[in-house]
Structures are given as structure tokens and as C-alpha cells.
């Protein structure tokens, strides 16, 4: 029998401790859950997304929201930018997504990475070699008329007379030529480790690209970690929409994209995500709003040690996929040319599907609405529905979606993809947002010790780590488990005391059979 269920008949009490104390006055509530948004159904996905999603899922022993994420960040990707959704003719969005799914250390992240984003990088190289001769040929001959107009500029500048006239002449042409030409690029579809300058220069020469990532540095990079931290977000705010860029720099020519396309996938750990949160300027400027967010759950002590591997028909179909939705990229001089811009509109039914979680969305917003502590995030939503649904459209029409409109079956699909996301958005926006590893320690510790009563001191002394070295930060901590129900303060458990009092807590119950009960609670196991 173990110790909370000792507890349960009675005999989890400290010595002299008495009864367990009274319900607080109206009663004990139902404590709030920590962290538990609505998992994604990959069948949402549609078939051979959906289908992907949970083998890989399977063969790393992953929760599948992880693979849902990166899939839909995948997708994203092959489509570049080029697709934009009409819902009506005075409102457009672009298919692009920017995607962070909230991972801990050691749950798996690269492996679902490497195998959702491997087409891509497959693709990435085959234009590379396809396309190597031809570009470093029209590098060569860029850095030839870069010469010719340098050596027509220094002719120029020290002819004299007649001379004069026919120099400037000759640099009037060198330049022209210069001009005419564009310096080529090797190919890129995907970048990882990039600086915001660098990926204003990649978007310059490509007009899309991708950063899907098992890591989250980009954020840092963007808060200013190698600027003196001064944040750089112009481009990844202005590419979320597809709306232009222009940079002059000092000493460089300036650059300046018309339409750039961006699709952004980063998993981060929960820390990281508090950073962003936190940091002003990020936050201020609308970065973390712009991210759809996904929060899977933990499968490490629970996972099976022979999972079954990818199915290798699975792997191959998902690789055709990528490659019929990205079969209208070609080679050319200078790397690479997307297609050009597509627009789909919604059928009839799909647009009333939106129009209907519109309206239902609205009141949610409001001061009194369950969605107002997000609703920076969540004002967003309408939109992001619209480019979930663009995204699987394409997955399911991936050869002729440009001719086909957005199906009432596909933006019921977003819809119910979007309502689990907003549901994981909450958890991020909400007074803990991703960082409830604390509270989940003093939960594991109040099963642990299984006992009906507690004081502030025992257990900040049972918990207490170099991160939270005093009372002032674990007092915040027991307040909030008592907004939740898990615990409550007792005015006098009529306990001796000795030396300094200390706040004493009765606990929930409810909260210690609930969890007891269910051996998947990941708080049942050891304080960490």
C-alpha cells in the first residue's frame, strides 16, 4: 500500500497530528489541471501526413503532438510561401506557419525532427548538385563584371579631355551590365543556426525559406545575443505576413525582397519559452503571438523499449508528398525559382465553417471571456485557421491544389486542429505559461508525503534548489496551488509550534486519489 493511500485509511498522519481538517467553507473544488491542453488528433492531418505523424511517433516513442507539429512546420515549408488563402476578396493569407513546440530535455525531438524534414533536406541537395556548375559559372562571371566596372571606374577617374568623355562612356556600360545581372546562390530551402542579417540575405536571394530545428536559438538570436542585445525582429515579423523588406546597411548594398516567406518550426525547451515571454521587447513587439504553440506531453518512464520502427512504404509515401507539392520548383541560373504565387478560395460550405468558429470565437475574447489573458494570441486565430487550412488542403491535393477550393471537411479539419492549438496557447499565456515544473515537484512531494496537513516549512526545505534558494519565491507557489484547488491555508490546524510559526496547508483530497489512481500521472513519481 503506498504512503497516499496509507493516507486514504488513515494512517498517513504524523504523530499528535490530528482528524484531517474541514473542508474549506463552500467546500473542496475540483483542482485545475497543470498543463493539460487538448491533444492533437493526427488523423486531423489528413492521410499520409496524419499517418506519418503517428509512426514516427511510434518508432521514437514520442508524444504524437510533437510529429503533428513538426509535420504541419514540414508542409509549411514545401508550399514556401507560394499559396495564399482568399476568404473573401478583400482578405487574403499567406500559407505560412510558424510553429514551436514546447519539448523538455531527453524527449526525443531530433529524431522526429531528422525524419519529418528529411525530403526536404533530400530535395535541398539534389538542386544543390543539379544546379553547382551553372551557378558557380554565373558566380564567376558576376565577379568578372564587378572587375570590368571597377577598372572603368578607375579609367574614369583619372582620364582627362576627350578621354574623360570616353571612360565614362565605358563605366556607363560596365555598370549597366553589372546591374543587368544577378549575383546567383547556391541553393537553399532550410536554415538552422542563422543570424537575422543572414536570413534577410538568404530571403533576398530566395524569396522563402525554412528553419525547422530540434533546437530554439533563433530566439535568442533574435532577443540580440550577438547584437550587444539589441533584438533584430523587422524581417521574421514582416515575413510572417509576407510583407516586403527593405534594409540598407553601412558599407553593404542594400537589400530589399517584395513578397519574403518564412516558415519558422523550433523546438524549444519550456525555459526558452519563458525567456521569450518575459523579454519586453519580444513580447511587446508580437513575436510569441505570431507562434502557434504545442505543449506534448511526456512519455519518458513510460515508453516502450521495442517500438515499432517506421514503415518503410510510410517513409517513401511521405517523401512523394513532399516532393509532388514541391515538384514545381526548378533549377535555373541563379539556383532556383519558385512558382509563382497561387491563390485558393474557400467553397461555400468551407468559408461558413469559418464564418460559424468566427462567431463562436468573438465572445471568448471579451474582458469576461476565457480567452482574454491570450488574446493577443488568440485575436490572430482567425487567421491562423485560414493558413492550418491552407496547409492541409495542399497535403490532401498535392498536385492540383491550386484548382481546387478549400473543402468544408478540410476547415472543419483546421478548426478542430486549431481549437486543441488554442488550447495549448492558454498553458503558454496563462498565469504560469510554460514553466509548471515547479508546481508539478510540489505536487510530487505532497503524494509523496501523503499527508493531509503541511507547513510552509517542511515542504520549502524538502524542495528547496539553488534556482529557488528562498521563501519569497516558494510562497508564490503554494498561493497558486490554492487558486487551483490543490491546496488550501488553514487558519489554526491547532498543532504545537515551536520557535518561528509557520503557514500551514490542508491538502485536496480529491487531488490525492485522483492521482493515485491513474499509474500514467507523471506526478507519481520522485521530486526532480
Not at 525524419?115 to 554565373?138: D, F
Not at 543587368?180 to 537575422?196: F, G, I, S
Not at 506531453?297 to 516502450?304: E, H, I, M, Q
Request: hydrophobic share 40%; charged share 25%; glycine share 8%.
Amino acid at each position: 500500500m503506498t504512503a497516499a493511500k496509507d493516507y486514504r485509511a488513515g494512517l498517513g498522519r504524523l504523530p499528535g497530528e490530528p482528524e484531517p481538517p474541514a473542508p474549506p467553507l463552500g467546500g473542496w473544488i475540483t483542482p485545475t489541471p497543470i498543463d493539460s491542453p487538448t491533444p492533437i488528433d493526427p488523423a486531423l492531418l489528413g492521410d499520409v501526413m496524419g499517418r506519418m505523424a503517428l509512426a514516427v511517433a511510434e518508432s521514437t516513442q514520442t508524444h504524437p503532438d510533437l510529429a503533428v507539429a513538426v509535420a504541419l512546420g514540414v508542409m509549411s515549408a514545401a508550399i514556401g510561401g507560394r499559396l495564399e488563402v482568399e476568404a473573401r476578396p478583400d482578405y487574403r493569407v499567406p500559407v505560412g506557419l510558424y510553429i514551436a513546440p514546447i519539448v523538455p530535455s531527453g524527449e526525443g525531438k531530433s529524431p522526429v525532427v531528422r525524419h519529418l524534414s528529411a525530403p526536404l533536406r533530400a530535395i535541398e541537395r539534389e538542386l544543390v548538385e543539379a544546379t553547382h556548375s551553372e551557378v558557380e559559372r554565373g558566380r564567376s562571371r558576376y565577379r568578372a563584371a564587378e572587375k570590368r566596372r571597377d577598372k572603368a571606374e578607375n579609367v574614369a577617374a583619372s582620364a582627362k579631355g576627350t578621354e574623360r568623355y570616353v571612360a565614362e562612356s565605358d563605366l556607363d556600360a560596365a555598370v549597366a551590365d553589372l546591374v543587368a545581372m544577378r549575383e546567383p546562390a547556391h541553393v537553399r530551402l532550410l536554415a538552422d543556426d542563422v543570424t537575422p542579417e543572414a536570413l534577410v540575405s538568404l530571403l533576398a536571394a530566395h524569396s522563402s525559406m525554412a528553419v525547422v530545428s530540434s533546437e530554439a536559438g533563433l530566439f535568442g538570436t533574435l532577443a540580440g545575443r550577438y547584437s550587444g542585445g539589441e533584438a533584430n525582429l523587422d524581417a521574421v515579423l514582416k515575413a510572417w505576413d509576407c510583407e516586403s523588406i527593405s534594409v540598407d546597411r553601412k558599407g553593404r548594398a542594400p537589400e530589399s525582397i517584395e513578397r519574403p516567406a518564412l516558415t519558422l518550426v523550433l523546438t524549444a525547451q519550456p525555459v526558452v519559452i519563458e525567456a521569450v515571454m518575459a523579454d519586453p521587447v519580444l513580447a511587446g513587439r508580437g513575436l510569441p503571438q505570431r507562434f502557434l504553440y504545442v505543449i506534448p506531453g511526456a512519455l519518458v518512464g513510460n515508453r516502450n523499449t521495442e517500438p515499432e520502427p517506421l514503415p518503410a512504404a510510410l517513409v517513401a509515401e511521405w517523401e512523394k508528398l513532399i516532393r509532388d507539392v514541391s515538384a514545381t520548383l526548378r533549377g535555373g541560373s541563379v539556383g532556383f525559382v519558385w512558382p509563382s504565387l497561387r491563390v485558393c478560395s474557400l467553397s461555400p460550405e468551407a468559408r461558413q465553417e469559418w464564418v460559424r468558429f468566427k462567431r463562436e470565437l468573438e465572445p471568448r475574447l471579451g474582458d469576461l471571456g476565457d480567452l482574454y489573458g491570450c488574446r493577443a494570441w488568440s485575436t490572430k486565430l482567425e487567421s491562423q485557421i485560414l493558413r492550418v487550412a491552407g496547409v492541409l488542403h495542399v497535403a490532401d491535393n498535392p498536385t492540383d491544389y491550386p484548382s481546387r477550393p478549400v473543402s468544408a471537411d478540410v476547415m472543419a479539419r483546421a478548426v478542430q486542429v486549431g481549437t486543441a492549438l488554442t488550447s495549448h496557447a492558454a498553458v503558454i499565456f496563462g498565469p504560469t505559461g510554460a514553466g509548471t515544473g515547479q508546481l508539478r515537484r510540489v505536487l510530487r512531494w505532497l503524494l509523496r508525503a501523503a499527508r493531509s496537513t503541511f507547513s510552509e516549512r517542511d515542504a520549502f526545505y524538502a524542495l528547496r534548489t539553488s534556482a529557488m534558494p528562498t521563501m519569497e519565491g516558494f510562497t508564490p507557489l503554494l498561493n497558486q496551488l490554492c487558486d487551483w484547488g490543490y491546496v488550501y491555508l488553514l487558519e489554526d490546524d491547532g498543532l504545537p509550534r515551536g520557535g518561528r510559526p509557520s503557514r500551514r496547508y490542508a491538502v485536496n483530497p480529491e487531488y490525492l486519489e485522483k492521482a493515485t489512481q491513474n499509474p500514467q500521472n507523471p506526478d507519481n513519481g520522485g521530486v526532480a
